[in-house]
């Protein structure tokens, strides 16, 4: 997992809160990705972020956000507008052709 | 995204040869990946392969690449049980409307038993 830090390991959400799973890295990677998996299936892009203030829809964005205001760090919050939000996030920066995943965030609805 | 298909699940005995295989569809991706999961864990890159190869060999990893039919497989050799996880093939966008995401294929779980 390297330099990419992800927390907390498990989150819970109550029905119509907000949550925000955090991804820190000290890599001094520019670009960085959020993706969502479900079990049994590959993974898939919510947002990724190629530069400080800049950032990108992938391809299922509906129901999260995020922010890129330091180069460290890409916060991803889970909406009360994601109605299926139990999932696995990994968050992953890439220097080169390679990319780099952190350990993930559990994420359930209680 | 274009699809990456992998089988979903394979079984071998402790010291036999895995075999894992994908097939991909963007003719133009440049890298093409393998990557390791573990239970609760991240995904740890075990290899890559560059487009104009057709094969890459890394002490007891063998990544074959057949660009005309668009396959790619990953050979482990001397299987053990610590190689027990889910396997994932990805391909890198030739195009990239996507800050140059992988897409990744639906993962196969190898189970080595003693």
Known sequence: DGGITQSPKYLFRKEGQNVTLSCEQNLNHDA?????QDPGQGLRLIYYSQIVNDFQK??????YSVSREK???FPLTVTSAQKNPT???LCATRQGEELFFGSGTQLSVL | GEDVEQSLFLSVREGDSSVINCTYTDSSSTYLYWYKQEPGAGLQLLTYIFSNMDM???QRLTVLLNKKD???SLRIADTQTGD???YFCAESP??????YALNFGKGTSLLVTP
């Open chain 2, 94 to 99: 030739s195009i990239s409307n996507s800050g």
């Open chain 2, 70 to 72: 668009k396959h790619l």
């Open chain 1, 87 to 89: 999932a696995f996030y």
């Open chain 1, 58 to 63: 992938g391809d299922i964005a509906e129901g």
């Open chain 2, 84 to 86: 027990s996880a889910i």
């Open chain 2, 56 to 58: 890459k060999q890394d």
């Open chain 1, 32 to 36: 960085m990705y959020w993706y969502r």
């Open chain 1, 71 to 73: 180069k460290e760090s």
